[in-house]
């Protein structure tokens, strides 16, 4: 059985900087791209950030390039999302998302979604 489990989000501060991880089993983790999307209430899920299973590909979303940083541990089966000088809109359900190819995409092409954790930043 597949399983993403998401952890880290929590109540913060614009400015402050929060950790995402995503711990992934019941697939082979270092096949696998990893993804990071987010959803407000509200709004469509959009994306955040893409690492591919093999070579340089890293894709970020256009509001968080420059600010957020996606990595993978293949010995720890996890993904993260480092997340500095957070803004109030940036607060939304963070998701992980897995899929067998090696490019992003939207999220209807991602094979397998963790149960999302909550990031609130307040101003």
């Known amino acids: 059985q597949v399983q993403l489990v998401e952890s880290g989000g929590g109540l913060v501060q614009a400015g402050d900087s929060l950790t995402l991880s995503c711990a992934v089993s019941g697939l082979p983790f270092n096949m696998f791209s990893m993804a990071w999307f987010r959803q407000a209430p509200g709004r469509e899920r959009e994306f955040v950030a893409h690492?591919?299973?093999?070579?340089?590909?890293?894709y970020y979303g256009d509001s968080v390039k420059g600010r957020f940083t996606i990595s993978r541990d293949n010995t720890k089966n996890t993904v993260y999302l480092q997340m500095n000088y957070l803004k109030p809109e940036d607060t939304a359900v963070y998701y992980c998302?897995?899929?067998?190819?090696?490019?992003?995409?939207?999220?209807?092409?991602?094979?397998?979604w963790g149960q999302g954790t909550q990031v609130t930043v307040s101003s």
């Open positions: 998302a897995a899929r067998r190819a090696m490019d992003r995409g939207t999220p209807a092409v991602y094979d397998y």
């Open positions: 690492r591919s299973w093999i070579g340089p590909n890293i």
